[in-house]
């Protein structure tokens, strides 16, 4: 079967691009930098707030006069005749063409209101954007961090993993020179078992974090993507008080932004709905022409050109109650927002001194963990050399050898907590920080 020369090159370029996506390495600030252009949940937020910068042309466009051209055909033909009393009772043809022209001079300032409203709106399009961009950046934050965790923890049970191979093979040959019961090889083969089993459990996690980092740079899944970094490479502090926090978080988080002008927007919707108990005036002006021919000859086709222009008033007096009721739900509205952005300050201040909280309780951890690993480490050198020494048991061995690799464990989950507690702090405060510095 042969290959058409447009499809061969399509598939060449579907094997460059996967091949340019394979090459790729991303370091955790790249990796949020990346997914910030190529993430398609952030393109749907741009394409909103250039949609609500449309909106605000549309609302500016009534305050300008409105042009049409109108034309008109129309045929009257009477079934049987008739007798005449007047020529619109003939058969006709009549046609009517020209220019309209209005314009709104004043509308109860609904057009003011609702440009005020396109405005906010426009505000409130990228403040969702902003939120949206936090938000994915935290998530491919927080998957990094974990995918940095698990390659400590898979490091560690490797590391483990050597030290249990030893301790067998030292078990074995003890058990051949009589020195030693076969028991002993039979608990180092079970904890053998255990940490294969482990690091087996850890790779899958491991993988299972390649994916999502994947999703979220919108790569597929089975792109192989070079995610580098280490748990301690990002900065070791935060430099906020607790004051300044939360004066940063009420200017910058943008769903409070949202929740703020949201209101505003309500209120604006009262205006417009209230606007209709005002008058309106508006201009208009036509310029036409218009032509009737009978099909009785006995009578002369009628021609006109002309010119109007004026102005036109009109009020609404009752309409059911529908506009009062309308001004009614809209306060209502305006004032149920009010509420819950009282509410979000409060819970923002809330996440902003937990989140602090929780960078210092991980920060003490993580000194408590590392003096933690220097002890365990000790420890099992020193059970190790009298196991080999034929004067300590193999359990007393594989105790230290366990408290070692959970206090690497511990180690490796605190600056996990801290880099976390971290980066959730830049998201609550509404500010980026892509490299965690």
């Known amino acids: 079967m042969r290959?058409?020369?447009?499809?061969?090159?399509?598939?060449?370029?579907?094997?460059?691009?996967?091949?340019?996506?394979?090459?790729q390495t991303f370091t955790l600030e790249q990796a949020v930098q990346y997914a910030m252009k190529a993430n398609p949940g952030i393109e749907s937020k741009v394409l909103q707030l250039e949609q609500a910068k449309m909106n605000i042309g549309v609302a500016q466009s009534y305050f300008w006069p409105r042009v049409s051209l109108v034309a008109s055909n129309n045929r009257t033909k009477n079934y049987e005749p008739i007798p005449v009393y007047s020529s619109d009772s003939l058969s006709q043809r009549s046609w009517n063409k020209g220019l309209q022209g209005s314009w709104?001079?004043?509308?109860?300032?609904?057009?003011?209101?609702?440009?005020?409203?396109?405005?906010?709106?426009?505000?409130?399009?990228?403040?969702?954007?902003?939120?949206?961009?936090?938000?994915?950046?935290?998530?491919?934050?927080?998957?990094?961090?974990?995918?940095?965790?698990?390659?400590?923890?898979?490091?560690?049970?490797e590391e483990s993993l050597v030290r249990i191979k030893k301790q067998l093979a030292a078990s074995e040959a003890f058990v051949k020179q009589g020195m030693a019961p076969y028991l002993?090889?039979?608990?180092?083969?079970?904890?053998?078992?255990?940490?294969?089993?482990?690091?087996?459990?850890?790779?899958?996690?491991?993988?299972?974090?390649?994916?999502?980092?994947?999703?979220?740079?919108?790569?597929?899944?089975d792109v192989p993507v070079n995610y580098v970094g280490r748990l301690n490479d990002?900065?070791?502090?935060?430099?906020?008080?607790?004051e300044l926090a939360i004066d940063a978080a009420l200017k910058s988080r943008p769903d409070l932004m949202i929740a703020q002008k949201s209101i505003e927007v309500a209120f604006k919707d009262m205006n417009i709905s209230m606007a209709k108990f005002l008058p309106r005036v508006?201009?208009?002006?036509?310029?036409?022409?218009?032509?009737?021919?009978?099909?009785?000859?006995r009578y002369e086709d009628y021609g006109r050109h002309y010119w109007s222009a004026g102005m036109q008033f009109s009020r609404e007096i009752?309409?059911?109650?529908?506009?009062?009721?309308?001004?009614?739900?809209?306060?209502?509205?305006?004032?149920?927002?009010?509420?819950?952005y009282e509410n979000s300050l409060s819970s923002a201040r809330t996440e902003v001194i937990r989140s602090l909280l929780d960078i210092r309780a991980a920060k003490e951890l993580i000194k408590a963990s590392r003096t933690g690993v220097?002890?365990?480490?000790?420890?099992?050198?020193?059970?190790?050399k009298r196991y080999m020494t034929n004067t300590g048991t193999i359990t007393e061995l594989l105790d230290a050898q366990l408290r070692l690799t959970q206090a690497e464990n511990d180690e490796s989950q605190a600056m996990h907590d801290f880099q976390t507690a971290r980066s959730r702090f830049f998201y609550y405060i509404g500010q980026k920080n892509p490299g965690l510095k």
């Open 3 to 23: 290959i058409s020369g447009c499809l061969w090159a399509f598939l060449l370029a579907c094997v460059c691009a996967t091949c340019a996506e394979a090459g």
């Open 104 to 157: 709104s001079l004043f509308a109860g300032f609904a057009h003011l209101n609702n440009l005020i409203k396109a405005k906010l709106n426009k505000d409130v399009a990228a403040a969702n954007q902003l939120q949206s961009e936090l938000e994915l950046g935290c998530n491919v934050q927080l998957q990094f961090l974990r995918l940095l965790k698990q390659r400590e923890d898979l490091r560690s049970a």
């Open 184 to 221: 002993n090889v039979l608990q180092n083969q079970v904890e053998l078992s255990k940490a294969q089993q482990n690091i087996i459990k850890i790779k899958n996690d491991i993988r299972n974090s390649e994916v999502q980092l994947n999703k979220y740079l919108n790569f597929s899944p």
């Open 234 to 242: 990002y900065s070791p502090d935060t430099k906020y008080t607790e």
């Open 282 to 297: 508006d201009a208009t002006y036509n310029n036409m022409q218009f032509s009737i021919d009978y099909d009785d000859p």
């Open 318 to 340: 009752f309409s059911g109650g529908e506009t009062s009721f309308d001004s009614l739900a809209q306060r209502r509205k305006a004032q149920a927002l009010q509420q819950e």
């Open 374 to 384: 220097i002890a365990a480490r000790e420890s099992y050198d020193m059970a190790n």
